[in-house]
Structure formats: C-alpha cells, structure tokens
C-alpha cells in the first residue's frame, strides 16, 4: 500500500468498500484543505482510490484526472452506487483503455485496475469536465458545480423578486455567483462575500466577478467562520440534497449560520422549495420573518434579525 506522499483520494468512500491509503492527499472540491485535481503531477502517483459523482460529465472527468496523475502500472479503484453512475462504471474505464476488476457490495460497483501504458480519451473527458463558459448562463462554470449549466428556479424567482440592498453582505452558497452578481448591481452596497462549500464555485465565481466589492471564501456555513460576522444583509438559495438525498437540516443549518452572520437588524432574503418546513427555523433565529411569495413550488423570505 502507498504512503500519502504519493496516493490520492477523490471523496469519502463508504468504509469497508475500499481501503484508502494512509495520508492520502483528499481531492474533493468539498474539502477546503483539499488538493484541486488539475494540480495533480503527471505520472505522479502510486495509488488513488475514487468516490465518484454521478454525473457522467464529471465522473468522467474525475477518472481522467486520476489516470492522468497515476504512474504507468499505478493502482485505481474506482467505486459507486450502482445507480448513481456504478452501472457504467467498468464500461467508462474500458473506453479509457483500462483492464478493470469489477465486483459489487453494498449497492456499489468497485472497480480495480493498473493506469495502462496507452491511456485514451484523456484530453477530452478533462476538457468536458473542466472550467467552461456555459452558454445558457453566459458565466464560468463546471460540471458538477449546482446547476452549473442553467439559472435554477429558485434563484431566478428570488432575483425576480428583487436583491436591492445596502451596506456588507454575504452571498451563502453562492455557486458560481448570480446573486451575488445581481446584488452587487445596487451601489448601496459596499462589499459582498461569497460563500460557497464547492471550490469549483468559489474557483468560478472569481472569474465571474470582478468587482472589488466582492470576496470569496471556500468554506463550510456549518462551521464557525470568522469572515461572517456583522453583515447588513445576506442572500441564499439553501441546498435540500447531500449525497443525492434529500436532508431539511442542511437549509435549517444554512439558516442558523446566516442569522450568525448578521447584525441586529441585519436582513435576510432566501428562496426554499415549497415543501420544506423552514417556517420554525426561521421564527427561532429572525425576530421578524415575512413570505415574500409563493411561486412555483418555491417560497420567498425575508427575515430580519
């Protein structure tokens, strides 16, 4: 087994699916202290294992960074739920050229096989996955990032609805960056710190956003962060969805941390899917909270410390 000095992680495989090498460097985007993909050496690695996404666009394009960075004759496991991409997972190794050992538990399929001397379709898959201007959205984004192709609905009724501040703000979760955008549009205000958990965002939001004003800070809402503190206002479309199943505490918790974030009688606008019950979270942090609107399966707040 390989040390961390030369071994890599994408993810965080269930245990007793595969045997991650001691201090292998984490690559995920959702570690803050991880290492990004694309500054992984050539041939660098002995060993990495993957966790990886369901996206095939993305899955592919993990893979192919992981070859890229393994030595000829390095050690890949890959894994994933067999409905989530695990099904394909084998097919995706073989059209890279790769021999895979295929094996099922748990609802997963795990792949093994050693990088090939004559590795293909590398420069496209990198290429597809990678930072991109996406066309619908006219802004730097990626694959994998939150609707990395498209203006989700929520964000869209919530710009609709108006983002006319004034004073500092935060953008929490602020993907590759259209709140902040909009809000940022208003003279009013006088600074804007984006916020999101996926470095992919953070990495696209800076291209996207030039403004002085703004700032950006990869990092996780659910922990206590220095940089938030005192705010006039904040904006934020909450996440409902870890791991590709639906969890309420991720927006109660978004919730909890923008209020910590403001100063009293600092405001709060946010949009949530219409099924979710963030009524009671709201009303124990906000002294004030008011629906804005109903529309389209989605709720408006403003709240108000």
Same mark, same amino acid.
């Given at each position: 087994?390989?040390?961390?000095?030369?071994?890599?992680?994408?993810? !965080?495989? %269930?245990?007793?699916? +595969? =045997?991650?090498?001691?201090?292998?460097?984490?690559?995920?985007?959702?570690?803050?202290?991880?290492?990004?993909?694309?500054?992984?050496?050539?041939?660098? &690695?002995?060993?990495?294992?993957?966790?990886?996404?369901?996206?095939?666009?993305?899955?592919?394009?993990?893979? +192919?960074?992981? #070859?890229?960075?393994?030595?000829?004759?390095?050690? &890949?496991? +890959?894994?994933?739920?067999?409905?989530?991409?695990?099904?394909?997972?084998?097919?995706?190794?073989?059209?890279?050229?790769?021999?895979?050992?295929?094996?099922?538990?748990?609802?997963?399929?795990?792949?093994?096989?050693?990088?090939?001397?004559?590795?293909?379709?590398?420069?496209?898959?990198?290429?597809?996955?990678?930072?991109?201007?996406?066309?619908? #959205?006219? &802004? !730097?984004?990626?694959?994998?990032?939150?609707? !990395?192709?498209?203006?989700?609905?929520?964000?869209? *009724?919530?710009?609709?609805?108006? #983002?006319?501040?004034?004073?500092?703000?935060?953008?929490?979760?602020?993907?590759?960056?259209?709140?902040?955008?909009?809000? *940022?549009?208003?003279?009013?205000?006088?600074?804007?710190?984006?916020?999101?958990?996926?470095?992919?965002?953070?990495?696209?939001?800076?291209?996207?956003?030039?403004?002085?004003?703004?700032?950006?800070?990869?990092?996780?809402?659910? =922990?206590? *962060? %220095?940089?938030?503190?005192?705010?006039?206002?904040?904006?934020?479309?909450?996440?409902?969805?870890?791991?590709? #199943?639906?969890?309420?505490?991720?927006?109660?918790?978004?919730?909890?941390?923008?209020?910590?974030? *403001?100063?009293?009688?600092?405001?709060?606008?946010?949009?949530?899917?219409?099924?979710? %019950?963030?009524?009671?979270?709201?009303?124990? @942090?906000?002294?004030?909270? @008011? =629906?804005?609107?109903?529309?389209?399966?989605?709720?408006?707040?403003?709240?108000?410390?």
């Amino acid at each position: 087994m390989a040390g961390g000095e030369d071994a890599a992680v994408y993810g !965080w495989p %269930p245990p007793g699916l +595969a =045997q991650v090498p001691t201090g292998a460097v984490q690559l995920s985007p959702f570690d803050p202290a991880g290492v990004d993909l694309e500054e992984l050496q050539d041939d660098g &690695l002995a060993e990495v294992v993957l966790a990886l996404p369901a996206g095939t666009i993305e899955r592919r394009y993990v893979i +192919a960074h992981g #070859l890229r960075a393994l030595r000829v004759g390095g050690a &890949l496991t +890959a894994l994933a739920p067999k409905n989530r991409g695990g099904a394909r997972l084998a097919g995706e190794l073989r059209a890279f050229g790769c021999e895979p050992a295929e094996n099922s538990r748990r609802h997963h399929k795990i792949c093994s096989c050693r990088r090939p001397t004559a590795v293909r379709g590398l420069r496209e898959a990198i290429a597809d996955g990678g930072p991109q201007i996406a066309p619908r #959205l006219g &802004l !730097w984004s990626q694959p994998g990032v939150f609707s !990395w192709d498209r203006l989700d609905t929520g964000s869209a *009724l919530l710009i609709d609805a108006g #983002l006319s501040f004034s004073g500092r703000g935060a953008d929490i979760g602020c993907g590759v960056g259209v709140l902040a955008q909009k809000a *940022l549009a208003d003279p009013a205000v006088t600074g804007m710190l984006l916020v999101d958990f996926d470095a992919r965002a953070i990495a696209a939001a800076r291209r996207n956003i030039t403004d002085s004003r703004a700032s950006f800070l990869h990092a996780d809402i659910r =922990q206590q *962060l %220095p940089e938030l503190a005192d705010l006039d206002f904040a904006v934020m479309n909450p996440p409902f969805h870890a791991g590709g #199943l639906r969890n309420h505490a991720l927006g109660q918790e978004f919730i909890a941390g923008a209020a910590a974030a *403001l100063r009293k009688g600092g405001t709060c606008r946010m949009v949530a899917n219409a099924a979710l %019950p963030y009524e009671v979270a709201l009303a124990e @942090v906000f002294s004030k909270v @008011v =629906q804005l609107g109903r529309v389209a399966g989605y709720k408006l707040f403003e709240a108000v410390k």
